[in-house]
């Protein structure tokens, strides 16, 4: 592990772990199911005697969990509300927040469906999603801002809430992202002219906002940008922002011969295409049997790489896997990625969708999903990837987990990635009550990429006779500015960390502190 601890003139130094003096159970191996969250790693939640289906998580810098989806009863699509409900870092809700944890944004004579969240610097919780009358392709997109209490925030739109048309018959968010300026991207589909024929066209629809929701003239024409790829159907349900400004958005777009492809599509900070990424701008993948694949969800690498994840159905419809796809920074398929730049992966059930991806710091991924039969292996699924797109052997079994919440239908939506390594995957779980469905979410563990511990804290320790220890805090990131000219042993770095670290061969090489693997050693609680 890399301490980030930088020492200049060391001498006899000794790095020293610190350790409680209590015993504690052997570490959980990665893929486990948390047992300090919720209920042995789950959580189920229940709105207002309602069917509740969650679509993606977001995490606050303090630890807590937000998820979004929708709830309605009765079975009445034509109620849907945004429902917003926060937990607490064990998994009870957060009864700062809302009424005992939970909100719902109602608009009237309308359904609604959250698909994205985000958490904004400011700790306000921006949510994205879509409005419509019974029917999608005929809403609008809505941007919700919520306080950091779940009240609605008023500077924001109209009294918190933004709607944004686009040409055609309606349009939808699916994903939203944040810009380092406070600006917003939405990222979704412009339905043009949806129909049930083959000759239903919708595009990816991007749109850039400022902090206060107001359309971005800057970018596109009058803040929005619509993307075609062949006149059929193309529909954006990722977006990602690049250091450099430039916007990514992923998806799916149909060929008339190869019938439904991944589908990429890169722009300009402005909103034009950027003709220097894959053909003109734009990129499509089969998975080599003209079936019908799309990506639901992406990451970027700090590399520029780009991750998509999703599905592939073969042609007959005899395989419906995990998909997912590596691409370099200029569109093309990576090579080093699984050898073609592709690959699926089976849980042994017909109807598996990946629906998020997650990078960790070591470059292995986390995709997230659930077998969408409506039958009882309809579960939680997570299949983690080596960087080279093989399975880890070291999650789970063979790389893959599956969770049960019951005997009934469930499956997971989104997932998050916290600083500790620690998976958060949410969605729903069919229930045999009133409430035909609740909220579910379940955390795993998971390796931080560096052991599975983080660095907490580090400092100098001197020793002065009679006059003892000293202690000088030191940075654990930034320039160098520790000085160590002690003799005979008297001088110590001590290094603090999150959780069982391995111990034995340890030592301050190169400016850093490292340690290898010899015994473990249970850290302070």
Known sequence: MQSSIRSVGLLAV???????????????????????????????TDLANSTDI???????????????????????????????VRY????????????????????????????????????KILVAGGAFPLFTFLGDIKLVRYNPNGSLDTGFGSGGIVTTS?????????????????????????????????????????????PNGTLDATFGTGGKVATDFDGFNDDAF?????????????????????????????YLPNGTIDTTFGSGGKVRTDFGTRGYDQARAAVLQPDGKIVAAGFAISQNGGAWNFAVAR????????????????????????????????????????????????STDSDFVL??????????????????????????????????????????????????????????????VGSSGGGGVVLTSAVSRKTHGAAGAFDIALPLSGAPGVESRSTGGRHTLVFTFSGDVVSGSAAVTGGSGTFSEARALPARP
């Open 327 to 374: 691409y370099g920074t200029n569109g093309a398929l990576d090579t080093a990625f699984s050898s073609d730049g592709r690959t699926q992966i089976s849980f042994g059930s017909c109807c598996q969708q990946a629906n998020r991806v997650l990078l960790q710091p070591d470059g292995k991924l986390v995709v997230v999903g659930y077998p969408n039969t409506e």
């Open 14 to 44: 000794t790095v020293a772990l610190l350790a409680g003096l209590s015993s504690r159970p052997a570490r959980a191996a990665d893929g486990d199911l948390d047992s300090t969250f919720g209920s042995a790693g789950q959580v189920m």
């Open 88 to 123: 607490n870092a064990n998994g009870t809700l957060d009864t700062t927040f809302g009424v005992n944890g939970k909100v719902t944004t109602d608009f009237p004579g309308l359904a609604a469906v959250a698909s994205s969240v985000v958490v904004q610097p400011d700790g």
């Open 383 to 444: 299949a983690r990837l080596n960087p080279n797109g093989s399975l880890d052997s070291t999650f789970g079994i063979g790389g893959k987990v599956r969770t049960s919440f019951g005997d009934l239908n469930g499956g997971a939506n989104g997932a998050a990635l916290q600083p500790d390594g620690k998976i958060v995957a949410v969605g729903f779980q069919a229930t045999n009550t009133l409430q035909s469905a609740e909220f579910a979410l379940a955390r795993y």
């Open 238 to 266: 990722a977006v990602l922002v690049q250091p450099d400004g430039k916007i990514v958005a992923v998806g799916s777009a149909k060929h008339p011969t190869n019938y439904y492809d991944f589908a990429l599509a890169r």
């Open 166 to 210: 686009f040409a055609g018959q309606g349009s939808y968010a699916f994903s939203v992202a944040l810009q380092p300026d406070g600006k917003i991207v939405m990222g979704g589909t412009a339905f043009v002219n949806f129909s049930s024929d083959d000759s239903s066209n919708t595009d990816f629809a991007i749109a850039r906002y400022n």
């Open 54 to 84: 969650a679509n993606a998580v977001a995490l606050q810098a303090d630890g807590k969990i937000v998820l979004v989806g929708t709830t309605y009863k009765n079975n009445d699509y034509s109620e849907e509300d945004f429902a917003v």
